[in-house]
């Protein structure tokens, strides 16, 4: 028979168990919670971690790589030395014996980090000469190129004297 | 006495309240004891599965792999060594060439450009001919 006492006894027992399963449940809520941060806070540390590492592993190469870095950029032009640039050409001119004259300079933008630099030069003086500085433009210590050559021999001048074009291509470095 | 209305009546009532069932008011120990550990059973189960999950997803929480988002530029060694000896032997060529120049204006008597030497080493750079000119 069901007595009153047992009445009780299942009635507290029912409610234990709905409290201990209210319990169950928030704590499980509360560990799935905790553990949502802990993997987040992970994910950050790993994360930290990880660009403190790439960061070492830049600062690294940055330093053992300065003295190749440099010494390449002596042969890449940029813009803040191109005076400097044709005032060294005209100068080889002038140590040639040669006349040479600017007839055109523009930069041609390019997709990268290079633009390019034409300048186009007139030049009139004996053939050794000339040729001799075509070979010194040919071997600038810059990442450039003659692109075009127009020459003519001067039949009025005494010896063999030429006149022509030179077109030099040189990389400009673009900082934009 | 009991007439035929009333234990129909009370047949009624009965399988109307028990709805089928058999008669909850009474208790079979054995009974109950094995629903209770059937139960205790299912919680402990469940409860172990469920743990035993959340266990396996956060034990690797500390082992996550970070992601820098910084691409590291790659430095191209051969590449750049390559480029430099290009170079390198280019401005080589060049200051020669230079050197050379500088030394054409400056005309010598004939007699002492013929004690110039072939085997004579390179010389470095401008600064070196106009140094080796003055002396001269």
Redesign the interface.
Known sequence: ??TRK?KVYGFVSVLFFIVMGAV?VSM?QY??AK?GE??QH??E???????E??YN??EQ?IVS?KD?RD??AT?ILTENVTIDFLATIEE?AI???IELTTNSLHVEEQEGLFDTLVISFSVDGPQTRVY?ML??LE???YHAFVSGVSFTNDQKAVGAVVEGTIELNVSLLDYD | MIDKKSIIKMADDVFHRSQGYPD????HPQREWGIGLFVFAVLVIS?SI?VGT?FV??RS??S???????S?PQ?R?VI??D??EL?RA??S??RQ??G???V??VELPRDASSTVSDNAPALESEEDVIGTLEIE
């Open positions: 028979m069901i047992t169950l499980l560990i799935e553990g802990l993997v992970s994910k540390i790993a994360d930290y971690k990880a660009r590492q790439a592993e830049l190469l790589t190749d010494e390449l042969y080889i140590e040639q014996g001799s070979q010194i071997t600038l210590p | 909850r008011r009474l208790v409860g469920l959340t997803q956060y929480a500390d996550v792999k970070g992601s820098s988002e910084a590291i430095y060694e750049t060594q480029a430099l170079y280019r401005s060529e060049y060439l230079r050379d120049i500088v054409v204006p």
